[in-house]
């Protein structure tokens, strides 16, 4: 069983940065994502990468902003995000699958986090 727990999020001024974090525990993951709800919108693909890093990719609204990485030390999953716009508020969720390859699709994915809410407000 896999177990997703997402930190990090919160209020932060338009410009400013947080970083989100996602520890992974349970069986060995083989796809990691970070998707999205704003409020009253559909969930959204934020991005991906494989277990190992080498293969990684980005929505086109935070390519050059926002950077997802793993620390091998502690199977801990990271979203770095900077230069954050107010339309950047939403619920983020973890995501991870442990034999389906690293994709856009949410169908994809099979474990989920409970997400963290991040605010872009002045």
């Known amino acids: 069983q896999v177990r997703l727990v997402e930190s990090g999020g919160g209020l932060v001024e338009p410009g400013g940065s947080l970083r989100l974090s996602c520890v992974a525990s349970?069986?060995?993951?083989?796809?990691l994502a970070w998707f999205r709800q704003a409020p009253g919108k559909e969930r959204e693909f934020v991005a991906a990468?494989?277990?190992?890093?080498?293969?990684?990719f980005y929505a086109d609204s935070v390519r050059g902003r926002f950077r997802m990485s793993r620390d091998n030390r502690d199977n801990t999953i990271y979203l770095q995000m900077n230069a954050l716009k107010p339309e950047d508020t939403a619920l983020y969720y973890c995501?991870?699958?442990?034999?389906?390859?690293?994709?856009?699709?949410?169908?994809?994915?099979?474990?989920w986090g409970q997400g963290t809410q991040v605010t872009v407000s002045s």
């Open positions: 995501a991870a699958d442990t034999t389906n390859r690293a994709t856009m699709r949410e169908i994809d994915y099979r474990e």
């Open positions: 349970g069986r060995t993951l083989n796809a």
């Open positions: 990468q494989d277990w190992r890093g080498s293969k990684r």
